[in-house]
């Protein structure tokens, strides 16, 4: 079973970046797609990032396109998501998962808190 360990959040303020990393292990990397997905007080879990094996293909909600980056090193069986000019409204447990979009199995979360 794969297990996936995250970390990088924080406090910080409005318009600060953070990059947040997943290290997976137990399972073949390489092959599986990953993602990052977010749950905010209150809030369903959402999905905010998606990237495929290779990372060639990689997919955003809306609300973060444009702002956060995921990317991966197959080579360290790290995905990682990179996030600039962050709002309060991005403030959440972050959760990696693995075999995205068909999602196998998730980290416990990093919280990642911005102030105004």
């Known amino acids: 079973q794969v297990q996936l360990a995250e970390s990088g959040g924080g406090l910080v303020q409005t318009g600060d970046s953070l990059r947040l990393s997943c290290v997976a292990s137990?399972?073949?990397?390489?092959?599986?797609?990953m993602g990052w997905f977010r749950q905010a007080p209150g809030k369903e879990r959402e999905f905010v990032a998606g990237?495929?094996?290779?990372?060639?293909?990689?997919f955003y909600a809306a609300s973060v396109k444009g702002r956060f980056t995921i990317s991966r090193d197959n080579t360290k069986n790290t995905v990682y998501l990179q996030m600039n000019s962050l709002k309060p409204e991005d403030t959440a447990v972050y959760y990696c998962?693995?075999?995205?979009?068909?999602?196998?199995?998730w980290g416990q979360g990093t919280q990642v808190t911005v102030s105004t």
């Open positions: 998962v693995s075999g995205w979009p068909v999602i196998v199995s």
């Open positions: 137990g399972g073949t990397f390489s092959r599986t797609g």
């Open positions: 990237i495929n094996y290779s990372g060639g293909n990689t």
